[in-house]
Nanobody
Framework: DVQLQASGGGLVQAGGSLRLSCAASGFTFDDYQIAWFRQAPGKEREGVSCISTSNNTTYYADSVKGRFTISRDNAKKTAYLQMNSLTPEDTAIYYC???????WGQGTQVTVSS
């Protein structure tokens, strides 16, 4: 069965960095775009970034553009989200998603203190 395991969250001070990982199993990883979403307390889930199947095309929400970098290693069946210059507004649960489907990881908490 399809599984997406997000990890790498934690508590970091403003200006700091974190690298999230999304380990996939149960499907042909290379065939799917992978996306990161986040949900802050009291807010709707929002799209953060997405990457095409072969690293050729990436998308970033305006709020993270220039600070976050998405990548993937198809051999390891893992996607990554490098997050730099974090701000308290980035505090949320971060989820990875097999884009266009209803398969979600369990989420990893990112908390940025001011």
């Amino acid at each position: 069965d399809v599984q997406l395991q997000a990890s790498g969250g934690g508590l970091v001070q403003a200006g700091g960095s974190l690298r999230l990982s999304c380990a996939a199993s149960g499907f042909t990883f290379d065939d799917y775009q992978i996306a990161w979403f986040r949900q802050a307390p009291g807010k709707e889930r929002e799209g953060v970034s997405c990457i095409s199947t072969s690293n050729n095309t990436t998308y970033y929400a305006d709020s993270v553009k220039g600070r976050f970098t998405i990548s993937r290693d198809n051999a390891k069946k893992t996607a990554y989200l490098q997050m730099n210059s974090l701000t308290p507004e980035d505090t949320a649960i971060y989820y990875c998603n097999r884009y266009g489907t209803d398969y979600w990881g369990q989420g990893t908490q990112v908390t940025v203190s001011s």
